[in-house]
């Protein structure tokens, strides 16, 4: 008995410890909470080079990104040497550039224009019918030199794509799917609108204009959107896509890429019209690069690096910056504890029976990779077609291990059969089955198949679902973003992770089930 | 939510216990993890047995490697039907009852057996077949005749009696009968019934099929309320004698009726199901509280 009174003791004092801990921290970070949540962050940094003209002054200028409802721009910094002068405008459709002008001649420039990008994805839903647009959206409904709204090819065109349509949202349906169906080509020319229909092939910026150019024809207003699709490397390449004005509101379509109504985290936004990223004085040496690094940050706190550091102690940040461990596998590894717990909370209180005990919460982070409904589908295939093959071995009598080296292989053999078909008829989700935990699927699939033989088809199938709902449940838990974060700036959950599993190891309550499955002695 | 908390209430009139409770109050302080073979290993269960003098099926032979196979069937020959079993089988697999038939042959569920097939199961029996891929023994031991009384209730299959023991006194007892849709199994959850036992009185009280209760077996329609049960005080004798004789103190003994020599141990049980709590309508901490009054 006074083992178990000093087991008490310390786990009071753990979860005093830890509550206190975590009890400092709460405030200042309650301070910095950040509405804007951002999925992703990266400093991105223009770099350009420059000879200037031997006789007339020099200019260069670009466009510069600015906050919006999905996208914010901060901590921008200007570098260049003292020759050039640099000034912001803002152009008449709204835009901002950036300008750097000099009067030396035939000397050697460079400009570093830095700011911290934080983004987040948007997805729209499309009324079936768009209200009438007033006259000031006139100027997105005309043609111009590249974008030939006019053109009686473009015409002909839009009047195909417009038939049979029951409403607005339809046809832009079939606006999409024809500019998206165009092969694609990397072409870094200019590509207008009437060559990417002739041509029959062509790069983000000919889709854009010909998307743009039949949606003006039908009378939908539509402008060219640039900007860069921000990734953690060097790149040379922007990006441009497309918008319509849809009741008021400008709503993205990415013929290239398939984002239909939808924007991605990683689109920074830059600009809009039918317009150049850079342009600059003719005839000079010019050379540039878009330099783009990820920024660890963390989505719901409004504080940089230094400032998470200082936050306290005792934190994982450090872990993070050194940059050592690759981020998801740091937050697999924080997040296993919480999801065992889960799972111990699932079997122990409500119930719930599981083929493997752990199964659950690792088919849940495959699910983060996969996708919910495609991986949960993947995984009841998988586990029925092991089982099915496995049968006639379960028939023949075999032992135990040697059969269970049969389902691996079995196993292993369907996933590279599903690899291989999925790449050869580029059907994606077909090529994510080897993010499931190979080893442990396969144990499953021979406990489901030994389920079927011993407690008959009806209870494996019932074990099956319960392994689904219980996968389902964690997977709802792991797939919250901001769970990661939490645990790495109050890495004290882990100590109140065990004082939770020893309440449940001395839990005696009824589970929820049994609740139904003694009911009649309840009455 | 409202009914959930009703239930509560009401679960704590009835004094059912689950399976938490099981493991916590009732396994892990009574059943010390180092005796559990004794009850798992059904040739240590009978060696125990047979030091006490404790009724139960006589063991013809153990084989423990392949080379004896030869040797034990030449002495088991003689007698006309036996069980062959593996001595840490999991829920009944392996397990072979043959007999002779008028021509001298051997049989196992009416299907001539050759003595060829019979060394092949006792081989695959102590190669771990039926023991999850670990090395098992071969039990061959007498084959029990269930008693007439059963007959009465329902004709085929071997029904047992389940009784519960905590500090070795019996707290609460079944009856598991085979039914036309468990194929020959008295299992619960093979479709078999289970039979409430009175425990003073020694009598039967109500039937139960997982799903309903009824007061006759579902197929045979005998009615089985307040039948006395024969042999009782001879159950209970022996059900306390091996509880004093294993050093664990919760237990779920199986017993069955021999026609001639009355109850016998079948095996024993360190982690009994708690349906029989549904089967006699009892809570198991209702019945440790009457047991101890």
Redesign the interface.
Known sequence: MNSKANLRTALILITVIALVSVGLKVKPILKNYDDFNPQIAYKVNYNYFFKSKDNSSTVVKTFIPKSNSRQRISSEQIKNDSTLLFAKKITKNGNVRGIWGTDSRKTYHTVNYEFIFEGKDRVYTIPKQFNSVSEKYDRYLAPTNNIQSDHIKISDLATRLGQNTQNDNEVIKNIFDHVYSIPSAPIITLTDALTAIEQNRASCNGKSRLFVAICRNLGYPARIKGGIIVENTNKRTSHVWAEVLINQTWIPFDALNNHYASIPANYLEIYEGDEFLITHTPDIQFDYTYQINEVNHISFLKMNSEEISELSSISLWSIVEAGIMPKNALNLLLLLPIGGLLVAFLR?VV?VKTFGVFLPVLIAFSLLHIGFISGMILFVTLILLVGLISYPFDKI?L???PKLVISLTIMVGLMIIATMVGIRYNIAWLTTLTFFPTIILTIAAERFSRATV??GYKMAIDKLFQTLLATAICYALLSWSWLPSILIIFPECILLIITCAMLLG??????WV??Y??K???? | MFSTISHMKSRKESKVIGLNERNIKLIYPNNPKKHYPLADDKVLTKEILHQYDIPCAETYAVIEYNSDIKKAWAYCKKYNTMAIKPANGCGGGGIKIIRKDLDNNWTTSGKVISEREIFQHMAATIMGFFSLGSHDRVLIEECIEPHPFFHEIYPQGVPDFRIITLDKKPLMGMLRMPTDRSDGKANLHQKGVGIGVNMEKGTLTQVYDGKLYYDHHPDSKFVVKDVPIPYWEEILEISVATAKAFPLNYLGIDIVIDKIKGPQIMEINVRPGLGIQLVNKEGLKNSILKTNR
């Open positions: 122990n119930g009598g032992l135990y291990t011993e407690d001395r839990y005696i309550g009824i589970r049994e609740f499955r003694f009649p002695l309840f009455n």
